[in-house]
């Protein structure tokens, strides 16, 4: 409501409060990003990976394609469409360690990308829903993440203590889902202006605010394995449509070539970002 009644000023305060944690905070993020991988791959590739989530007699709910489609489909969200492309081409503008708008920028720029939505962030959501998973399915404690410190303070996850990390979990959760609603939002409004004609006011957003919460409403409320399964299917088809047509509609080869070297440059850049 703050940020609606004097939006300048937020955007002030969020933006030095945000530059600063960056400055003093940065290097434990990209540390603690770096331990949660390397944990998870001892795990994975351990004896604890062979652990089922649940009774050792369980079976999946649903096909490998379909749990892939809805890990995807919440991984992901609206940064496919939107960071997909605003992020690189702002860090070619503004690159960190190179001279900006050069090839050396474009292949900085993508390797920044790789990092954000690679491994590396992938690490950060496998390691979560491992804790909600193991603790919730395997030990029968509550799907929250006061679940996962169990093992650090017992039984006082029931207690103040143990509330505190579930505001704390759905305040981070839900500042993440409306920063990603309100990009998506602004560039839905943006692409029905360019293309339709329709008013990019705010009172548009709004109104493509309710529809797309509504239509997750309603996918929530059909349940995992109709609404949030199908549309998730149907995101990920969708996806690879996209990427298909962009590899065949545009420089085909250029565009794998600059695939293969990036990844190769952000595997090599792997510990330093």
Same mark, same amino acid.
């Given at each position: 409501?703050?940020?609606?009644?004097?939006?300048?000023?937020?955007?002030?305060?969020?933006?030095?409060?945000?530059?600063?944690?960056?400055?003093?905070?940065?290097? /434990?993020?990209?540390?603690?990003?770096?331990?949660?991988?390397?944990?998870?791959?001892?795990?994975?590739?351990?004896?604890?990976?062979?652990?089922?989530?649940?009774?050792?007699?369980?079976?999946?709910?649903?096909?490998?394609?379909?749990?892939?489609?809805?890990?995807?489909? =919440?991984?992901?969200?609206?940064?496919?469409?939107? /960071?997909?492309?605003?992020?690189? #081409?702002?860090?070619?503008?503004?690159?960190?360690? #190179? =001279?900006?708008?050069?090839?050396?920028?474009?292949?900085? =720029?993508?390797?920044?990308?790789?990092?954000?939505?690679?491994?590396?962030?992938?690490?950060?959501?496998?390691?979560?829903?491992?804790? &909600?998973?193991? /603790?919730?399915?395997?030990?029968? &404690?509550?799907?929250?993440?006061?679940?996962?410190?169990?093992?650090?303070?017992?039984?006082?996850?029931?207690?103040?203590?143990?509330? &505190?990390?579930?505001?704390?979990?759905?305040? !981070?959760?839900?500042?993440?889902? =409306?920063?990603?609603?309100?990009?998506?939002?602004?560039?839905?409004?943006?692409?029905?202006?360019?293309?339709?004609?329709?008013?990019?006011?705010?009172?548009?957003?709004?109104?493509?605010?309710?529809?797309?919460?509504?239509?997750?409403?309603?996918? #929530?409320?059909?349940?995992?394995?109709?609404?949030?399964?199908?549309?998730?299917?149907?995101?990920?088809?969708?996806?690879?449509?996209?990427? &298909?047509?962009?590899?065949?509609? !545009?420089?085909?080869?250029?565009?794998?070539?600059?695939?293969?070297?990036?990844?190769?440059?952000?595997?090599?850049?792997?510990?330093?970002?």
């Amino acid at each position: 409501m703050v940020t609606l009644i004097i939006p300048d000023t937020a955007a002030s305060v969020f933006g030095s409060a945000q530059n600063w944690t960056i400055e003093n905070f940065g290097w /434990f993020y990209v540390t603690a990003v770096a331990v949660f991988f390397v944990l998870l791959l001892v795990i994975a590739f351990g004896p604890m990976g062979r652990l089922k989530l649940g009774p050792d007699d369980s079976e999946p709910d649903f096909p490998f394609l379909s749990w892939v489609a809805m890990l995807f489909a =919440a991984g992901m969200g609206i940064g496919l469409m939107y /960071f997909g492309v605003a992020e690189p #081409v702002q860090h070619y503008v503004t690159p960190p360690d #190179v =001279a900006p708008e050069t090839m050396e920028a474009a292949r900085e =720029a993508m390797a920044i990308t790789y990092t954000h939505w690679g491994l590396h962030g992938w690490a950060i959501y496998g390691l979560v829903g491992l804790a &909600l998973g193991y /603790f919730a399915h395997r030990k029968g &404690l509550p799907l929250a993440m006061r679940s996962a410190f169990h093992p650090l303070i017992g039984d006082r996850i029931y207690g103040p203590i143990g509330d &505190l990390i579930d505001i704390f979990a759905i305040c !981070g959760t839900l500042f993440g889902i =409306a920063t990603s609603l309100g990009l998506g939002v602004s560039q839905i409004v943006s692409g029905l202006n360019a293309v339709f004609g329709l008013p990019a006011t705010p009172w548009m957003q709004v109104i493509l605010i309710v529809f797309v919460v509504g239509l997750a409403t309603i996918s #929530v409320l059909s349940g995992v394995g109709k609404g949030v399964r199908r549309l998730s299917e149907l995101n990920l088809v969708i996806a690879v449509c996209l990427m &298909l047509f962009i590899m065949l509609a !545009g420089p085909t080869l250029f565009l794998i070539r600059a695939y293969v070297q990036n990844f190769g440059l952000y595997l090599d850049h792997f510990i330093v970002r």
